[in-house]
C-alpha cells in the first residue's frame, strides 16, 4: 500500500498536499513546527521534529511509509539531510520538490557568498540600511555590526539585533510594494536567501529597480538525491512502474 510523508512548510508544499488529496492517496503533511499558525492543509497533518535521522526511521517504519516528498525549503538542509540518511536505512522511496533558484538578471547587483557568516563579513557597516530577508532562524552573524536592520517575519518573534525594524506580514509581496519599502526605510543592501520561488522574488525585483546591492547567499550542498520542480513530476514518480506504484 502507498502511505506518503510529505515533509512541507513551502508554497510548492501545499500544492503538492492538495494533488496528494485530489488523487486520494493516503497521506500526511509534517511541519517543522516553527509557524505558530501554519497554513491548514488537505492532508492530515503533523507538528514537530522526528528526533533526528534515527527518529525519521523509526516513523518510517512504525508508520509503513512507502514514499516520502520532501517539500522543505531549500535551505533546511538539516530535515532534507536527516531524509536522505532516514530513507537510504529502511529502504523508503524519496524524492524532492524543489523549487528553482534565482538567476541574476540584467541590473541585478550580486554580491555572491557560501553562508550567513560570509553574508555578514560583506557587509561594510557604515550605519546605512540593511533589508536583512532570511528569516528568524540565523541572524546571529549579524550581531553587532552597525547597521540600521530591517526584518519581515511572517509572525511576531524574538531576534538578537539591535537598531532594528521588524515588519510582520506574510506573502506573497510585489514588486511596487518592496520598492516603497524600501524607499520608505533607507535600505543601501538587500541580504536575501537564494530560496527561488514567485513567493519572495519581489523583493529581488525591487532591489534591481533601486539599483541596490544583493548579498546572495548561495544554497547549502546537499548528497545526491532526485530533484524535481513541480508536483506534476512527483505524481508521475508517483504512479511510475519503476516504484510499483
Known amino acids: 500500500m502507498t502511505r506518503i510523508l510529505l515533509l512541507g512548510g513551502?508554497?510548492?508544499a501545499g500544492a503538492m498536499a492538495s494533488a496528494l488529496a485530489a488523487a486520494g492517496l493516503q497521506a500526511v503533511y509534517?511541519?517543522?513546527?516553527?509557524?505558530?499558525?501554519?497554513?491548514?492543509q488537505p492532508l492530515p497533518t503533523r507538528i514537530g521534529g522526528f528526533g533526528g535521522p534515527e527518529g525519521l526511521a523509526g516513523y518510517l517504519r512504525t508508520e509503513r511509509?512507502?514514499?516520502?516528498?520532501?517539500?522543505?525549503?531549500?535551505?533546511?538542509?538539516?530535515?532534507?539531510?536527516?531524509?536522505?540518511?532516514?530513507?537510504?536505512?529502511?529502504g523508503t522511496a524519496l524524492i524532492a520538490l524543489e523549487r528553482p533558484p534565482w538567476v541574476s538578471a540584467p541590473?541585478?547587483?550580486?554580491v555572491r557568498v557560501s553562508d550567513y557568516e560570509a553574508a555578514a563579513r560583506v557587509l561594510p557597516g557604515d550605519g546605512s540600511g540593511v533589508f536583512l530577508a532570511i528569516g528568524r532562524q540565523n541572524l546571529q552573524p549579524f550581531v553587532g555590526i552597525?547597521?540600521?536592520?530591517?526584518?519581515?517575519?511572517?509572525?511576531?518573534?524574538?531576534?538578537?539585533?539591535?537598531?532594528?525594524?521588524l515588519i510582520?506580514?506574510?506573502?506573497?509581496?510585489?514588486?511596487?510594494?518592496?520598492?516603497?519599502?524600501?524607499?520608505?526605510?533607507?535600505?543601501?543592501?538587500?541580504?536575501?536567501?537564494?530560496a527561488g520561488g514567485q513567493a519572495?522574488?519581489?523583493?529581488?525585483?525591487?532591489?534591481?529597480?533601486?539599483?541596490?546591492?544583493?548579498?546572495?547567499?548561495?544554497?547549502?550542498?546537499?548528497?545526491?538525491?532526485?530533484?524535481?520542480?513541480?508536483?506534476a513530476e512527483v505524481m508521475v514518480w508517483l504512479h511510475g512502474t519503476d516504484r510499483g506504484v
Open 10 to 12: 513551502t508554497t510548492e
Open 30 to 40: 509534517s511541519y517543522a513546527g516553527r509557524t505558530a499558525r501554519p497554513v491548514k
Open 65 to 90: 511509509i512507502s514514499h516520502v516528498i520532501d517539500a522543505t525549503h531549500p535551505f533546511a538542509k538539516g530535515m532534507s539531510c536527516n531524509a536522505i540518511t532516514a530513507c537510504a536505512a529502511t
Open 107 to 110: 541590473g541585478d547587483r550580486w
Open 146 to 165: 552597525n547597521h540600521i536592520w530591517m526584518l519581515r517575519f511572517a509572525e511576531v518573534a524574538a531576534h538578537p539585533l539591535r537598531d532594528a525594524t
Open 168 to 194: 510582520v506580514s506574510r506573502g506573497p509581496f510585489t514588486v511596487a510594494g518592496d520598492v516603497a519599502l524600501m524607499r520608505r526605510h533607507d535600505i543601501a543592501h538587500v541580504v536575501a536567501k537564494n
Open 200 to 231: 519572495a522574488e519581489a523583493k529581488i525585483a525591487a532591489a534591481r529597480e533601486l539599483g541596490l546591492p544583493v548579498v546572495m547567499i548561495d544554497r547549502p550542498e546537499l548528497p545526491p538525491r532526485r530533484v524535481v520542480a513541480t508536483p
